[in-house]
């Protein structure tokens, strides 16, 4: 029997290792686990967080690249003579309101020729300028100047698109 006692004896500490083994081994792949899913959720942080800032990168470089397209358009329409200067003209002055008094329009000299036949309200001349280019305007009136200028209208667009892409 004693031989029996003794063989149960070291039976039961085999097990009590085998346990202990078993449970250290449990425990390292729960804490691996752990170890795993916390840096998946920092990775996926990450990631988001790159994605947003690239999200909102593009479409700044989407609208910055789309003003430059305009302007390059608004280049090659104005050499080629391709707009509606009396338009823009009456526009201008339109959005003077109803300053009194003389107006002095200042526009390229190529446009001022174009101008000449159009009929605008009594004391309004138009000025050849060289320094104005094509298809910008200067209106001055007793109220003040008021500038048309294609870069800076490009620019304002320019603005309210960034404006607008950064408030998404």
Avoid: W
Wanted: hydrophobic share 45%; glycine share 6%; net charge negative.
């Amino acid at each position: 029997m004693e031989g029996s006692l003794e063989e149960f004896g070291v039976l039961l500490e085999s097990n009590r290792e085998t346990a202990l083994k078993e449970a250290a081994y449990a425990k390292g792949l729960f804490d691996a686990g752990q170890f795993s899913a916390k840096a998946l959720d920092q990775a996926t942080a990450a990631l988001e967080e790159m994605r947003a800032e690239m999200s909102e990168r593009l479409a700044e470089t989407a609208a910055l690249l789309s003003v430059e397209v305009l302007q390059e358009l608004l280049r090659v329409e104005l050499v080629a003579k391709n707009y509606d200067i009396t338009a823009i003209v009456r526009t201008t002055i339109a959005e003077a309101g109803h300053a009194p008094g003389a107006m002095a329009l200042h526009v390229h000299p190529d446009d001022a020729i174009q101008l000449e036949s159009v009929p605008f309200r009594t004391g309004t001349t138009i000025e050849a300028d060289p320094t104005v280019r094509r298809g910008d305007v200067q209106l001055h009136t007793s109220g003040g100047l008021l500038v048309r200028d294609m870069d800076a209208c490009a620019a304002a667009i320019r603005e309210r698109i960034l404006a607008e892409v950064s408030s998404c």
